[in-house]
């Protein structure tokens, strides 16, 4: 019989305490930090939540995805445009738009259902790349390469444009979707993924409808980016098809190979880096580039478990 | 699941221009141990592949009871009651033994991934059944005390145990091992060879098993088809396929272990 | 009018075409897409550009420096970043060259700055021709010649020398070419460096027809790829029609269609093929044995 340790040192584990920290520091410093701070640290959550959802896709399914800032991209757009023609508030928008964005992902799953590594990275290139263009294109609608004026935030009557405010509606979405995405990737589902990663023959072989699953990897890390995306919407009230280009979707998988593929804490560090980085680098044009690119090499050549592979690593040794 | 027997019916395969199984028909009887055996390149993994559902025949069909399978998915297959063992085990390195084995709890984890999300309760009871169905399994595989264990750290041996696990946990009355006993030394392989005539009894299986260790065969078999080039050269008995002059002759310029 | 589109469509194919021959001597050797093939061809040209100006070379004189030069790019970058590589899911490898990619773009950036400049064709002095009807560039002829020469000389290699066949033998089947005592490592540095050096040669042409600047070869880059894949990764030859075909429906679909959507178009076309024959027009699936 296994032993159980009790719930509570369960819980407070040095991860759990290390997220919590970092909880509350984000939520002093989102407070009373500068607007600029306040910005980057909504950026961070916001992404965040992207790689938790491209987690569920690429680390754990290990289907590939160069297009996923078109999910991005659809859930910024369509919950800006749900608010702007219909008035909708935010927390409205915002879901409803992400449902156009998970139909539209798993739509993309059947064609990948037949196609792998290489041919599946060019139809994910593809799919990226129509988004893009279709958007700055449908003039009328989206208001093209001019942009979208996204409305403000509005809960009730209360305003939320302020950065400050607006967090608690974003770290409010991070806590359920990683808590979500947790309870997926350590039940059925995520072990179904993994098996499907491991050898889709064996898979297969063991009752595991292959194709329902893939299904369900592409749709819920479209809902997560989607849902991402409207976030980023109402944060910078204005959205133009330029900044989700293939360059964005190459970032995201950056995110987290660097932060460490399957894990949600990993998620956490690769957004943070993707968001810092370029911060901490502001006066040199083009290091932010190099840092980027050379860091996903070195990654993958001496540390293909990301940063959170050293974290665990750490962990191992001092037990 | 009740209990059926396996019909495989003229049976063609072809790849490419070569013609891998070639009007091949056999049966395994309900609770009876069937070895599929030959010389390499005979046909039987071709064979195995197709009965799986991994690839079509060109003709003929593979009946298990009443229920045609040729045309289903492997996964279909699979819920029909047919277990493949392969021969390289597939673990998933990073997660436990016993998620490795809970991956083939399907019929008791059966709710949305909604729910799943959600953390319902309904979600949270299923997933406990699934666990002890899972300890009762891995108690009679022998692999209970590296339930915790990283599946990356399971020796070989242990490996194919779970595999073996696994199909149990699917709940398959038809097992198809593909050399089961490769890379097992003595000790294991009588340990293996013993748990599937345990599993056959109180389990109520029916197993078909392509090995080349003859005196595995001659152990564990009740009955041995011989294919040769695709062919069906001999059924019957191990002793009267053994003895079979047409067997000895397929087999020359092949060691024949333990003959 | 048509045979205008088509014969435009052709010149612009012969791009992508060279692209996706660099691409495909890398990826039938070693199973590795190389998404930094782009920017190391990128590289390569401004490296041969700063020569040209520096030393005041002659085109041709600065040819075989730039190919040297290229086949070394070709073996550090296999040595560093894919022979670490090895055995690996081939995920990495794509993260791994998409990383070199956007290094290398950033440090070309920084050594040369973000101007366009004009680089000298081989065929300066040679006059547009007529081809059916049709004003034909020399720039965009030659690019069509050099392609099939390419693929004619590493097809011949790969066949008919003894480096050549090590070579298809590794990336075949690695662990029995180790068995019979072929130096996989050698024989895959060796791919790479065909691979940039084909790189090489596909920035040397394209430069004078697009202007060389940072940016040139992006776009090219991810046409190289579905070119090759709309034609089918079998073959150098079928990667070369694929490319072709696609400057061609591009440009139709720009004419008769509409111009802006004229990529989209092509990659949703490119999709559709895939799900029809997910290998590719001409392409053959490598089986592997469960």
Known sequence: MMTQASPATRFLTIKNSMLGLLGIFAIVASQFGGGYMVYLINLVCIFTLVSIGLNLLVGFSGQISLGHAGFFAIGAYASGLLGKNLDMPFW???????????????????????????????????????????????????????????????????????????????????????????????????????????????????????????????????????????????????????????????????????????????????????????????????????????????????????????????????? | MKLDNLQVKSVSVSFGGVQAVRNVSFTVEPGRIVGLIGPNGAGKSSLLNCISGLSRPDAGSVMLGSKELVGLRPDQIAECGLGRVFQHPEVIGELSVLDNLLVACHRNLQFSVLSEMLGLPSVRQAEMKAREEVEKVARLVGLHESLQMNAASLPYGHRKLLELGRVILLGSKLLLLDEPIAGLNEAEIEQLAQLIMTLRSKGNLSVLLVEHNMGLVRQLCDEAVVLDAGQVIAQGTPEQVLNDPKVLLAYLGEVVENA | MIAELIIGGLASGSLYALIAIAIVLVLQATDIPNFAQGEMSMFSTFVAYTILNRYGLSWWGVLPLTLVLAAIQGVIVQQVVIRPLLGAPVLNAVIATLGLNIALHSLAAMIWGAQTHVMQSPLADVPNFKFFGVNVAPDSALSIVVSVAMILIFTLVLRHTRAGIALRAASQNQAVAKLMGIPINRAFAMAWAMGAVAGAVAGLLVAPIVFLDVNMMSPLLIKGFAGAVLGGLGSLGSVFVGGLMLGVIENLMSAYISASFSEALSFLLIIFVLIVAPSGIFGRVKTKKV
């Not at chain 1, 040199?284 to 070195?298: C, N, R, T």
Request: proline fraction near 4%; charge should be positive.
């Open chain 1, 92 to 319: 409205l928008s915002i879901p409803l738009g992400s449902m156009v964005a998970t139909a539209i992902g798993a739509l993309i799953a059947l064609p990948a259902l037949r196609l792998k590594n290489l041919y599946l990275a060019i139809a994910t290139l593809g799919f990226g790349i129509v988004t893009q263009k279709l958007i700055f294109e449908w003039r009328a609608f989206t208001g093209g390469g001019g942009g979208l004026q996204v409305p403000l935030p509005k809960f009730a009557d209360y305003d939320l444009s302020d950065g400050r405010h607006m967090f608690w509606a974003i770290l409010f979405c991070l806590v359920i979707g990683a808590w979500m995405a947790n309870k997926v990737a350590h039940g059925r589902t995520g072990r179904a993924l993994a098996m499907l990663r491991e050898s889709e023959v064996a898979a297969g072989c063991l009752g595991i409808r292959i194709s329902h699953y893939k299904v369900i990897a592409f749709a819920l890390s479209a809902f997560y980016a989607a849902i991402a995306g409207g976030l980023y919407a109402y944060l910078v009230r204005y959205i133009n098809p330029e900044s989700f280009n293939t360059n964005m979707s190459i970032m995201f998988l950056a995110m987290i190979v660097i932060g460490g593929m399957g894990s949600i804490p990993g998620a956490l560090m690769g957004a943070a880096f993707y968001v810092i980085v370029p911060e901490l680098l502001r006066g040199f044009k083009e290091a932010p580039g190099l840092v980027f690119g050379l860091s996903l090499v070195a990654v993958m050549v001496l540390m293909p478990t990301g940063l959170i592979g050293i974290w665990r690593k750490f962990e191992a040794k001092k037990s």
